[in-house]
T-cell receptor
Framework: EDKVVQSPLSLVVHEGDTVTLNCSYE??????LLWYKQEKKAPTFLFML????IEKKSGRLSSILDKKELFSILNITATQTGDSAIYLC???????????FGQGTILTVHP | NAGVTQTPKFQVLKTGQSMTLQCAQD?????MSWYRQDPGMGLRLIHY???????DQGEVPNGYNVSRSTTEDFPLRLLSAAPSQTSVYFCASSRNGYYEQYFGPGTRLTVT
């Protein structure tokens, strides 16, 4: 059974801080790892990492994939209050069509 | 493009009642899925479909049925609602089962 564990489960920082969110996984036949941001509604897509794309960056957000150690990190630099959200990690692998999500990290950014 | 749409947005049921949550997408995506989200548990896959006429069970399928008669629609049926099914339900679609999924706005269901 595929497994995804995120840490920490919650994090409180102040504007301007840099945060690192972790996602470790166990999956047979790894195909993809995805990061989502969820505010008070549906999750929105941030990044997808695969064997052929292990680093992604968009503005203040960046992510890397370590396929050997089976984890990914999501970095957010110079945090803003608008970064407050739940960050979800998901992995695709064993069965086509089945994405397994982690529990999520609740990030709170205070002004 | 409307993307992924879900109805209703909110629903209150009594224990034992049945209902159908509707999901539709207009992106011609082959892959569709249903998740439930409970506090502290992320998203858990209920059922998914890799194309019209093909469905399969996810992590928490008990108490739910699905069918996929068209590419566009993927309804989720609660057969006999239980308080444990109180949750937020999201439908999602994707062009590929391993890649980015587009989520609907969600349905908040309360079973009393």
């Amino acid at each position: 059974e595929d497994k995804v564990v995120q840490s920490p489960l919650s994090l409180v920082v102040h504007e301007g801080d840099t945060v690192t969110l972790n996602c470790s996984y166990e999956v047979t036949n790894f195909r993809s790892l995805l990061w989502y941001k969820q505010e008070k509604k549906a999750p929105t897509f941030l990044f997808m990492l695969t064997s052929s794309g292990i680093e992604k960056k968009s503005g203040r957000l960046s992510s890397i994939l370590d396929k050997k150690e089976l984890f990914s990190i999501l970095n957010i630099t110079a945090t803003q209050t608008g970064d407050s959200a739940i960050y979800l990690c998901a992995v695709g692998g064993t069965s086509y069509g089945k994405l397994t999500f982690g529990q999520g990290t609740i990030l709170t950014v205070h002004p | 493009n409307a993307g992924v749409t879900q109805t209703p947005k909110f629903q209150v049921l009594k224990t034992g009642q049945s209902m159908t949550l509707q999901c539709a997408q207009d992106m011609n995506h082959e892959y569709m899925s249903w998740y439930r989200q409970d506090p502290g548990m992320g998203l858990r896959l209920i059922h998914y479909s890799v194309g019209a006429g093909i469905t399969d069970q996810g992590e928490v399928p008990n108490g739910y049925n699905v069918s996929r008669s068209t590419t566009e629609d993927f309804p989720l049926r609660l057969l006999s609602a239980a308080p444990s099914q109180t949750s937020v339900y999201f439908c999602a679609s994707s062009r590929n089962g391993y890649y980015e999924q587009y989520f609907g706005p969600g349905t908040r269901l309360t079973v009393t």
